[in-house]
């Protein structure tokens, strides 16, 4: 038997729906903000460790952070 929704059923079948679309927006908007903030971070940490070679004079240490920011920022 075809039982048809009511008004109410209908509404709060709707009302899940965007209220589900809504939870995937945010957590979709959540993850951008922490994929930013580490991002963030990891070039910061580079930075200190490329100025820091740079004050020691060591051109391995050099090399290897800066290849590794070079691949951070490329990735971005």
């Known amino acids: 038997m075809n039982r048809k929704k009511s008004y109410s059923e209908l509404i709060t079948a709707q009302h899940n729906n965007l209220k589900s679309k809504e ?7 959540l993850q951008m903000i922490i994929d930013e903030a580490l991002f963030n971070r990891k070039k910061q940490v580079l930075e200190e460790k490329i100025n820091d070679s740079l004050d020691k004079r060591d051109y391995e240490a050099f090399m290897k952070h ?11």
Do not use: I, P
């Open 23 to 29: 939870a995937m927006l945010l957590d979709t908007l």
């Open 66 to 76: 800066s290849e590794s920011y070079r691949k951070l920022v490329a990735t971005a």
